[in-house]
């Protein structure tokens, strides 16, 4: 179901965003980032969330569009508990191109990227979430959804899920997120990449 993203609420809001019941415009703030120690040794929550509180056994989805070009650049959804534990996914530029990116953290976040199509200027990311089983997938199309990562995620209560960009390198990246909605969990065949 569609959420209305009026009812949404920011974790580090930017300077500039515009949000209608069913799409959200921002431009970043510099130097943004969601980050937890591994390899380099900070810590960073600073980065842009406009979400929903939910409740366990969800898929959330929505479409995204960006002119990606600078270093860490990066934008899509988030599923957070607390500062410790949380997951962002979506496009991210790095080494030069574009990728389908995830960090996973517990304590700790891992890095991950994949580039199943290239067309990521204008893509859908989704998220699947049940009894602490995360899967997350892309589409270019919003009806073929290859896997991108099944991961291990704490079990809540409750979680916040949403919205995310960030520049940890810069300011000035305009996002434009569309299709926002958070449903009940999929129960289709992991290999099953249909919509």
């Not at 937890?36 to 960073?44: D, I, K, L």
């Not at 199943?116 to 997350?136: H, K, N, V």
């Not at 300011?171 to 129960?187: D, Y």
Request: charged fraction near 25%.
């Amino acid at each position: 179901m569609n959420v209305n993203l009026k009812e949404a609420s920011w974790l580090n809001e930017p300077a500039v965003w515009d949000a209608t019941e069913t799409g959200l415009t921002l431009t970043t703030d510099a130097n943004t980032d969601f980050w937890r120690e591994t390899h380099y040794g900070f810590t960073r929550d600073s980065g842009h969330f406009f979400g929903v509180p939910t409740g366990d056994g969800f898929t959330a989805r929505v479409r995204v569009q960006g002119e990606f070009r600078s270093l860490y650049d990066q934008a899509g959804l988030m599923v957070r508990i607390d500062e410790n534990r949380w997951v962002k996914t979506g496009v991210e530029f790095t080494d030069g191109e574009r990728f389908l990116s995830t960090v996973i953290t517990d304590g700790k976040s891992d890095w991950s990227v994949s580039q199943p199509f290239r067309q990521l200027e204008d893509f859908y990311i989704r998220i699947t979430l049940s009894s602490g089983a995360m899967r997350i997938q892309a589409s270019s199309d919003g009806r073929v959804w290859p896997l991108l990562r099944l991961a291990p995620f704490p079990v809540a209560s409750r979680y916040l899920v949403g919205l995310t960009a960030c520049t940890p390198e810069r300011a000035g990246l305009e996002v434009r997120f569309s299709e926002f909605s958070v449903g009940e969990a999929l129960t289709t065949d992991l290999h099953d990449l249909s919509d």
